[in-house]
């Protein structure tokens, strides 16, 4: 049964920081490209920033420079390092594969928000 289990979120102020875990079980995760997403109230969900299983990296122009996306093959985990964060940022933020429509399941999410 594939899962995720996300946690970190939390509220901070403009230009604070944060770090994102997530959990992963239930596939091949050293073999499997991971993804955070986020999803703010109203508006669809979107893909944050992804790491390949040899650790190459991809962000969305919206953080590039402010977020990174790691991982540990060991543990099964993914983080993200969220720093400079901003109003906008303000999302509940998901980690998934990618593409995530592979396993179509979620997990609960954590929530990020960020006071101006």
């Known amino acids: 049964q594939v899962q995720f289990v996300e946690s970190g979120g939390g509220l901070v102020q403009t230009g604070g920081s944060l770090r994102l875990s997530c959990a992963a079980s239930?596939?091949?995760?050293?073999?499997?490209?991971m993804s955070w997403y986020r999803q703010a109230l109203g508006k669809e969900r979107d893909v944050v920033a992804s790491i390949t299983s040899d650790g190459i990296t991809k962000y969305a122009d919206s953080v590039k420079g402010r977020f990174t996306v790691s991982r540990d093959n060991a543990k099964n985990t993914v983080a993200l390092q969220m720093n400079t964060l901003k109003p906008e940022d303000t999302a509940v933020y998901y980690c998934?594969?990618?593409?995530?429509?592979?396993?179509?399941?979620w997990g609960q999410g954590t929530q990020v928000t960020v006071s101006s």
């Open positions: 998934n594969v990618r593409p995530s429509s592979i396993y179509n399941t």
């Open positions: 239930g596939f091949t995760f050293s073999s499997t490209v």
